[in-house]
């Protein structure tokens, strides 16, 4: 496909991508804080040719929350209404969605809007067949990573 490098991530520089981080409270000690998500997402940016549009963080959030009832998910959902930017990039599926159901939810909501969902650490690229079936079993990934977490505590 034109664009496509043989990591499956798009390299069409007229592509204007929204980031989106996601960290709950419990997470916010771990590895993956805000920052160092907006920092990758950045770089990622940066060596792909991609314009960033815009940029959401929910701090503080869990991932069990749907998209549309998170501040900035809320306010994403909007200005994806209105085309402010063609593709979300996210670090990692699990940061859009911790359980299969919220992570379909907001994939189907973004799909009705127009807008491809790319994971820059994944092989995720919702804009074609092959990515929609890794995206679908990442997200039964995450949920079991979730349930597991959910056992151990």
């Known amino acids: 496909m034109p664009g496509e490098t043989s990591n499956g991530h798009g390299t069409d520089s007229s592509e204007r991508v929204a980031l989106y981080m996601r960290v709950s409270s419990e997470e916010q000690r771990d590895r993956e804080t805000i920052e160092i998500q907006r920092e990758f997402l950045k770089e990622y940016c940066r060596l792909y040719g991609l314009e960033v549009a815009q ?21 994403l959902l909007e200005d994806a209404k209105e085309r402010k930017f063609s593709t979300l990039l996210v670090y990692r599926l699990d940061r859009l969605g911790r359980s299969l159901l919220v992570t379909v939810e907001a994939h189907d909501r973004l799909q009705a809007l127009g807008v491809a969902l790319k994971s820059a650490t994944e092989p995720i690229d919702t804009s074609n067949p092959s990515g929609r079936l890794i995206f679908q079993m990442l997200a039964s990934f995450a949920e079991y990573e979730r349930e597991t977490i959910g056992e151990r505590t």
Do not use: K, N, W
């Open 55 to 75: 940029t959401y963080a929910d701090d503080g959030v869990s991932g069990t929350i749907p998209l549309h009832e998170r501040p900035e998910g809320r306010r």
